[in-house]
């Protein structure tokens, strides 16, 4: 009975995201069709899917199916467990509260030269083929689903399509998504040739050679790597995220990143079998290469889109560690420590599909408001934008990983799993896991950083710009949106154990082992260990700043009549007497990295002109300066650069048989007549 | 764990200050100026007299407190007043030589100590007694002493990495083998004596031709075409 | 949980609280008497305090409501670190709440807020003051882990109570990693907690400040709030010096004698801690702010030796 109610919610679930791309296409003749029929039904189909989630995690359904469609000797398979139900639910949940934020947000698209139909027609088909990827079973499937999510995403991307900055941005990333399709195709081909077929359950069951399971890895680290953003395949990340419009960005780092990591965590731990230590170690360094290159990245970045970005491909990295030492874990026969690293992993996943959704659709909100992208021209917009404001704040505080808030809690569990190292054997494996750990801290208080000036600089201060100066606040729906992801943050924070459960189920269906010491406790201690390893009570920190607030504000009132007595002024800041302080005198963004840049100096390539502009009469005295500043991604040169140069040098070898001369071709064709009749006797 | 707190409070003692020699093969990477860099040099001069001579009262070879002393007096007191003496001589004593990626340099220096612990495992089998588990520090410091050869550009700085290599081949000797045999330590300590006064008469004469005592400049000494 | 233990629990964090003006006070007394100069008598704090509260409150026009509530959040989250950290007893219920690295991470709570503040007036000093404090704390943490770590290690565990006992139970022994660690500790807390050669708590020049640059805007009550703050950390991470790392005399169980006795002897290592400090911020000038990054290089290069020796020295097979 309840798998039927499965496999009707699964079909409801595809076919309203299919139905949101259908009823899109009449948008361009009546713009309330998005409003009223196309983002009602994504959300539908987000809602369904969290339900579906809901049904398999908690319950324990799952689904095996086989449609008619495809290859006529490889049926579509369609499978549902616990970890495509995890994933579904983080799919469903963006998507639903996408819905809600998309009708205020594309709002403003009807007065431009672009087409509403193609943006919710590709929108649908783009939460289509992720839900597929999520569900699919054999390897052609999967690939077609694949494809379908990149390609609506490339046009999504290029929904802005007359700047050519645009276009190229969307090019670069549809080059990607290729190239690392490919490389996935590669892989699959590998387990194909050691299987019967493209199923995913012979795929299980195959067995690789050393040589070719590391193989297997190495391209599918580079497959899903250069779809989730790992260095140095994460060059398309920081353009094409802030080109398209900001509900898509904020899908497209949510969750297709999510999703990246989905077809990796599938391989890795359900495919390939006996894990060994040394890919355990290459994850590990990939992965702190990746977090420690994309923070770093977003601490000099001044538009905030491309930030965020940065921050995307620092989270993956994080994700990419906690992988590691499951890995290293498991190799070295310490399966619940295994475990709990894949766990921490997962409750990343969830936790940056969360914030990072909520600060894409904040930095939505502000880009509309202010008219503006860059992080130098914004400025206190916390009092003309106020609910936005909050929310930013929210998500600043998740993404910062600070208690009692939602990162913390992925990272703490890391930073225990990384503190078992004792129980390891080998002794180099129980040196290097304290590194890495200590570089994820220095990672994670640049990430604090980074969002301290990025908030400061655009909420904070003093407006900088004219259209910041006359911001509103975003309509409704937006503030919804953004107040139920904001929501979700707090209380997946204020709730680890619950949550933790939740992704027990998981870690247990695909690794068979159970995770019980860590909810034993109740609800309200984590202990991943046991109570005298280390525990973490977040609501009762939550407890505790309450009971501090109720304290302030009960001395409040015993003040009231001294407060009425002097009451607050308002008054001019310090200004060391000179007088006539503006905006142009706060810390920019640039200021405020600048202590960053010179401890990090070597890391970025940066261009740095200041054209000081002296007084005519007092040539000592100076009259302007421009400083300006050009952040380039080292990437480009020391590996794009040269990769690039190669091709083109051995496209120009190539290029030789291109003689020019009738009489070769001729020779060509006539050669392999020869060559074909000689294979054939 | 239970295992170290069973050690007597000498071995403790022992595997503390081999700790510390570590650290001073950190510093001896990291300090930028000259004449810290040949006080530092002495610190560890002096910490390997004292381990040298716990080694010995631990053990019972009397020959090692010679051995100490010898440390002592050479790498703790004399060679570091003959460097002092020459670079003021040469006037290069308040020289600074610095460090051109201290972030990289530190990973490097771990990853390296990582690297000696791995390659010393099946060593510290063969050893007996509480120097075991220092082996692989003294493998390490070697190995520090080599790379702050590669990384120093100063002439100077690169005589007491040098120094500090000889030192870590001395206490891999008094931690593997308890102590090389007299002799060979008398000839070592002599040569290696010898080698700092042979090192400031070279350095004047080098600094009378290419007018510098930069390393990396030293390449203008070659006769070869460009 | 029985509630006599929450109670005690509560009472420890209020005297915690309360005591925290004292050490400061104390610091300036011995620096003072290192000067010669005459020294402020030691409730002079407390009258400090006492007069910010009575006086009124002004805003710059430019503060926002972040602004306002950013002293009662920096303290709140003080205060929580503070309950955390066993003073006088052991086995509390609210050490239980939060191990060393939630420890961390309300420390980092609060350096957020304070620097969020700093950026909210929108002049240059402000500015600066965050941007300085933030490069600090981002490079004190993977030192500060790295400490952790070598304590984990050792102790097998985070949560400060177990280390704690797992300290008492080894009895006197000399181990490089502890040493090293606590060396680590010393110059993390001299950075985090703005004291010299990292900060001049005492500084009037602007140019100069890290944590007074960030507070120079409040006034009254929240100006109080801040500065209890401020004194409340520095008051933790003595505590912290001087119960994980010299332990004996910890009350392990809630009677009134054991108590007594840890009580006095954590005054007497309290007072010890304050004069090394004070000796050691006498000694040593301000660095310039480009130098902090070295300061906290070495910090985390002992603390790294600290966690290497641990695992090639003592914990050999």
């Excluded at chain 1, 809600?100 to 509403?116: A, D």
């Excluded at chain 2, 690297?115 to 075991?132: D, M």
């Excluded at chain 3, 005690?8 to 003072?32: E, G, H, N, T």
Aim: positive net charge; charged residues 10%; proline residues 4%.
């Amino acid at each position: 009975m309840r798998d039927s109610l499965v496999l009707y919610l699964t079909a409801a679930t595809l076919s309203s995201a299919i139905g949101s791309s259908v009823s899109a296409l009449l948008a361009d003749r009546y713009p309330w069709i998005l409003r009223l029929a196309a983002f009602p039904l994504l959300g539908l189909s987000g809602l369904l899917s969290l339900a579906i989630a809901a049904l398999v995690l908690l319950e324990g359904v799952s689904l095996a199916i086989e449609l008619p469609v495809g290859l006529p000797w490889l049926y579509w398979h369609l499978r549902l467990d616990a970890l495509a139900g995890f994933f579904l639910g983080i799919i469903g949940i963006i998507t639903a509260i996408v819905s809600i934020y998309g009708p205020s947000y594309t709002r403003k698209y009807q007065q431009s030269p672009y087409s509403l139909s193609a943006l919710g027609f590709f929108t649908g088909l783009f939460v289509a083929g992720m839900q597929l990827v999520v569900l699919a079973d054999d390897a052609f499937a999967f690939m077609m689903a694949w494809e379908v999510m990149s390609v609506a995403s490339y046009f999504l991307v290029a929904y802005e399509h007359h700047q050519a900055a645009n276009r190229r941005a969307a090019f670069l990333y549809l080059l990607m998504a290729q190239i690392g399709a490919v490389l996935i195709l590669l892989c699959f081909g590998i387990f194909g040739s050691f299987s019967t077929d493209f199923t995913f359950d012979a795929f299980r069951v195959a067995q690789l050679d050393p040589l070719w399971a590391s193989l297997a890895f190495a391209l599918a680290l580079a497959g899903f790597g250069m779809k989730a953003g790992l260095v140095p395949l994460h060059v398309w990340l920081p353009e094409a995220h802030p080109v398209a419009p900001s509900h898509i960005s904020a899908l497209m780092s949510g969750v297709m990143l999510k999703v990246a990591v989905y077809g990796f965590i599938r391989l890795l731990f359900d495919f390939l079998g006996p894990l060994r230590w040394e890919w355990g170690l290459v994850l590990l360094a990939v992965g702190s290469l990746t977090a420690i290159y994309g923070v770093l990245y977003a601490l000099v970045e001044t538009d905030l889109k491309r930030v965020l970005a940065y921050s995307s491909v620092e989270n993956i990295g994080i994700i990419f560690i906690c992988l590691g030492f499951s890995v290293t874990y498991l190799a070295n026969g310490a399966p619940i420590l295994g475990v709990l690293g894949l766990i921490a992993a997962l409750y990343h996943v969830l936790n940056h599909a969360l914030f990072k959704s909520l600060l894409f659709l904040n930095a939505g909100a502000v880009i509309e408001r202010s008219h503006e992208h860059d992080l130098e021209a914004m400025g206190g917009l916390l009092r003309r934008m106020p609910w936005t404001g909050l929310f930013f704040l929210l998500g600043c505080l998740s993404i910062s990983a600070l208690p009692p808030f939602n990162g913390f809690v992925s990272e703490w569990l890391t930073f225990q799993t990384a503190l078992q190292a004792t129980a390891l054997e080998s002794g180099v494996l129980r040196a290097v896991i304290p590194i890495v750990a200590a570089i994820l801290a220095l990672t994670g208080a640049l990430a604090a950083a980074c969002f301290v000036r990025v908030y400061g600089t655009s909420f904070l201060g003093q407006p900088r710009s004219r259209h910041v100066r006359r911001a509103r606040e975003v309509r409704t729906g937006m503030l919804v949106a953004q107040a139920c992801l904001a929501g979700l943050c707090v209380l997946t924070g204020l709730l680890p154990t619950m949550v933790v459960a939740l992704i027990g189920t998981v870690t247990e269906s695909l690794l068979h082992q159970p995770i019980a010491a860590a909810t034993r406790h109740g609800w309200l201690w984590l202990t991943p260990i046991g109570p005298e390893t280390a525990s973490y009570s977040a609501p009762l920190i939550m407890l505790g700043v309450l009971m501090a607030l109720v304290a302030w504000f009960c001395v409040w009132v015993w003040l009231r009549k001294s407060r009425k007595s002097n009451p607050i002024t308002r008054r001019d800041p310090w200004d060391c007497g000179f007088g006539g302080l503006t905006p142009r005198m706060q810390y920019t963004a640039t200021a405020f990295a600048m202590p960053f840049e010179q401890v990090f100096r070597h890391t970025w390539r940066l261009k740095t002109q200041v054209t000081r502009e002296m007084d005519a009469d007092l040539p000592t005295k100076p009259k302007d300066l421009e400083y300006q500043l050009e952040v380039e991604d080292r990437v480009w040169l020391w590996f794009y650069a040269p990769v690039g140069k190669w091709v083109l040098n051995a496209s120009r070898h190539v290029a030789r048989i291109q003689t020019g001369h009738l009489r070769h071709y001729l020779a060509y064709s006539f050669l392999t007549l020869i060559v074909l009749l000689w294979l054939i006797s | 764990m239970t295992r170290y707190l069973e050690l007597q409070l000498v071995e403790q003692a022992i595997i503390t200050l081999a700790a510390m020699i570590l650290v001073t093969s950190f510093a001896l990477l990291g300090q930028s100026r000259v004449v810290a860099t040949i006080r530092t040099f002495a610190w560890q001069g002096w910490l390997l007299a004292l381990t040298t001579a716990l080694v010995a009262w631990d053990i019972g070879h009397p020959h090692l407190y010679v051995s100490a002393l010898l440390t002592a007096i050479l790498k703790g007191a004399l060679i570091p007043w003959l460097l002092t003496r020459q670079a003021r001589q040469l006037g290069i004593l308040r020289d600074v030589d610095s460090i051109v990626r201290p972030g990289i340099t530190l990973l490097i220096a771990s990853a390296l100590v990582v690297f000696c612990y791995s390659v010393a495992l099946p060593i510290g089998q063969l050893v007996e007694g509480v120097t075991r588990d220092v082996v692989a520090i003294s493998l390490a410091n070697v190995m520090l002493g080599m790379f702050m050869l590669v990384i120093r550009r100063k002439a100077v700085t690169q005589v007491v990495g040098f120094m500090a290599l000889e030192n870590g081949i001395f206490f891999a000797a008094v931690a593997a083998t308890q102590g090389m045999p007299m002799v060979v330590e008398l000839g070592v300590a002599f040569d290696v004596l010898v080698a700092v006064v042979l090192f400031g008469v070279i350095f004047f004469h080098i600094r009378e031709s290419i007018e510098s005592l930069d390393v990396d400049a030293l390449n203008r000494l070659s006769e070869g075409e460009k | 949980m029985k509630v006599v233990e929450w109670l005690f629990a509560l009472l420890q964090m209020a005297v915690f609280v309360a005591a925290a003006p004292l050490f400061s006070a104390w610091i300036k007394r011995v620096k003072c008497w290192l000067q010669n100069r005459r020294s402020p008598p030691l409730n002079q704090p407390y009258k400090d305090l006492r007069r910010l509260f009575s006086k009124q409150v002004l805003l710059a026009h430019t503060a926002s409501a972040l602004f306002r509530t950013a002293p009662y959040l920096v303290f709140g989250a003080t205060v929580i670190a503070a309950a955390v950290v066993p003073l006088i007893a052991l086995e509390l219920p609210t050490a239980r709440i939060a191990d060393a690295i939630v420890l961390v991470g309300l420390f980092g709570l609060g350096r957020f807020f304070l620097a969020l503040a700093g950026l909210d007036v929108g002049t240059s000093f402000g500015g600066m003051g965050a941007s300085r404090e933030m490069t600090v704390g981002a490079l004190a943490e993977p030192a500060m882990l790295m400490v952790i770590f070598a304590l984990a290690m050792v102790a097998g565990s985070t949560n400060l109570s177990t280390v704690i006992q797992s300290m008492l139970a080894q009895g006197l022994a000399l181990r490089p990693s502890l040493l090293f660690a606590l060396l680590a500790l010393l110059l993390v807390g001299i950075a985090e907690t703005g004291r010299v050669p990292v900060d001049n708590p005492a500084t009037h020049l602007e140019l100069t400040m890290i944590h007074e640059a960030m507070i120079l805007e409040y006034t009254g009550r929240q100006l109080a709030l801040m500065e209890w703050a401020a004194q409340l950390k520095l008051m933790i991470y003595g505590v912290l010096v001087c119960n994980l790392f010299f332990p004996w005399g910890i009350a392990q169980t809630l009677d009134v004698a054991s108590l007594l006795i840890a009580g006095v002897l954590l005054c007497i290592k309290l007072i010890i801690l304050g004069a090394v400090l004070a000796v050691a911020e006498s000694l040593i000038a301000k660095m310039r702010f480009f130098k902090a990054p070295v300061f906290l290089a070495v910090a985390f290069t002992l603390a790294l030796v600290g966690m290497l020796s641990f695992v090639m020295l003592e914990s050999a097979s």
